[in-house]
C-alpha cells in the first residue's frame, strides 16, 4: 500500500494559470514536507508543515497542511515556466529517521 | 558553501557487472543518505549513515548493494552484480544531525543496466 498518494500523476498548463497538486494519506504526520526537483537534478526543499491547517507561502506557492495532518495541498498562482519540475511530498513517521516520498506530481508549464 | 557532489553523473553497464557511486557531503554534515529513484516514482531510501556507522538499511538489497562511509566524511554505494531492475538515478544527501533537519540532495548518477 502506498503511503502517500499523490495527485494529479502529470500536469501540463499555460504560463499565467493556476493550478493545485494533492498530497494524501490515511496515516497522521507529524510533519510532511514539499520538494521540487528538476531534470538532472536532486530535489530541493520548498517547505515543512507542522500545524494541522496550517498554511505557508512562498512567493507565489501555498502550502496547506490538512487539520487531521493527513493530507496536503500546494497551489501555484499564475505558473511561470520556471515552476516546470517534479513536485514531490514526503513525510517521516513519528519515531522515525526516514523520509518516504511520494511519487510526484510532473508539472509543466507551458509558455 | 559547495553542495553535495556525486560521480559519476551517468553510467551504462550490462547486467551482472559491477558498478560503483561516489558521494561527497557538505562540509560538517554528519548524516549521509542514498536513495534509488526510479523513473516515475520517488526517491527511497537505501541507507543512512551516522558518520561512519549505519542508522539503517533496512530497504537496502543487501545480497547485490554495499555501501561503506569508512572515513565519515565521503561514501561510496557499490552494486554487485547488477540487474535491469536497478536502472535507476541513484541520489545522495546529507544532513546536520537529527530528526526533521532538511536534507540536501546531489545531482544523483543516473544507472542504465543493459
Known amino acids: 500500500t502506498q503511503l502517500l498518494e499523490q495527485s494529479p500523476q502529470f500536469l501540463s498548463i499555460q504560463e499565467g494559470e493556476n493550478l493545485t497538486v494533492y498530497c494524501n494519506s490515511s496515516?497522521?504526520?507529524?510533519?510532511l514536507q514539499w520538494y521540487r526537483q528538476e531534470p538532472g537534478e536532486g530535489p530541493v526543499l520548498l517547505v515543512t508543515?507542522?500545524?494541522?491547517?496550517e498554511v505557508k507561502k512562498l512567493k507565489r506557492l501555498t502550502f496547506q497542511f490538512g487539520d487531521a495532518r493527513k493530507d496536503s495541498s500546494l497551489h501555484i498562482t499564475a505558473a511561470q515556466p520556471g515552476d516546470t519540475g517534479l513536485y514531490l511530498c514526503?513525510?517521516?513517521?513519528?519515531?522515525?529517521?526516514?523520509?518516504?516520498f511520494g511519487k510526484g506530481t510532473k508539472l509543466s508549464v507551458i509558455p | 558553501e559547495a553542495g553535495v557532489a556525486q560521480s559519476p553523473r551517468y553510467k551504462i553497464i550490462e547486467k551482472r557487472q559491477s558498478v560503483a557511486f561516489w558521494c561527497n557531503p557538505i562540509?560538517?554534515?554528519?548524516?549521509l543518505y542514498w536513495y534509488q529513484q526510479i523513473l516515475g516514482q520517488g526517491p527511497k531510501l537505501l541507507i543512512q549513515f551516522q558518520n561512519n556507522g549505519v542508522v539503517d538499511d533496512s530497504q537496502l538489497p543487501k545480497d547485490r548493494f554495499s555501501a561503506e562511509r569508512l572515513k565519515g566524511v565521503d561514501s561510496t554505494l557499490k552494486i554487485q552484480p547488477a540487474k535491469l531492475e536497478d536502472s535507476a538515478v541513484y541520489l545522495c544527501?546529507?544532513?546536520?544531525?537529527?530528526?526533521?533537519?532538511?536534507?540536501?540532495f546531489g545531482p544523483g548518477t543516473r544507472l542504465t543496466v543493459l
Open positions: 562540509s560538517g554534515h554528519a548524516t
Open positions: 496515516s497522521v504526520f507529524s510533519s
Open positions: 508543515v507542522v500545524t494541522g491547517g
Open positions: 514526503a513525510v517521516r513517521e513519528a519515531g522515525s529517521y526516514q523520509l518516504t
Open positions: 544527501a546529507s544532513s546536520r544531525p537529527g530528526q526533521g533537519v532538511e536534507q540536501f
